[in-house]
Nanobody, 121 residues
Framework: QVQLVESGGGLVQPGGSLRLSCAAS????????MGWYRQAPGKERELVAI???????NYADSVKGRFTISRDNAKNTLYLQMNSLKPEDTAVYYC???????????????WGQGTQVIVSS
């Protein structure tokens, strides 16, 4: 059974930084395309960063230049370095395995608990 456990969220002031982690088990992590989603209150879930098994990376325009996705296949861990945080980055962040189908990425499996990020002064 695949398990993804997110951590690293918290309360941070605007302009601050956080590093999220996602520990994976029950899967051959290195062969998976992975992504970070976020869901703000009252809004739809948004895919903000993608890293493929081959290391290709893509970002949503809303986070481009501020967030960095990376992976450590030896540790079965996905990361999201978030810099220059804004109040609109406030959301629950989730990591997911991804599949590419019909010209877009979609999540595979069940959503975990996520990790809450609050950007506020």
């Amino acid at each position: 059974q695949v398990q993804l456990v997110e951590s690293g969220g918290g309360l941070v002031q605007p302009g601050g930084s956080l590093r999220l982690s996602c520990a994976a088990s029950g899967t051959i992590f290195s062969i998976n395309d992975m992504g970070w989603y976020r869901q703000a209150p009252g809004k739809e879930r948004e895919l903000v960063a993608i890293i493929t098994s081959g290391g290709r990376i893509n970002y949503a325009d809303s986070v481009k230049g501020r967030f960095t996705i990376s992976r450590d296949n030896a540790k079965n861990t996905l990361y999201l370095q978030m810099n220059s945080l804004k109040p609109e980055d406030t959301a629950v962040y989730y990591c997911m395995r991804l599949t590419y189908y019909g010209g877009r990425y979609a999540p595979i499996g069940s959503w975990g608990q996520g990790t809450q990020v609050i950007v506020s002064s």
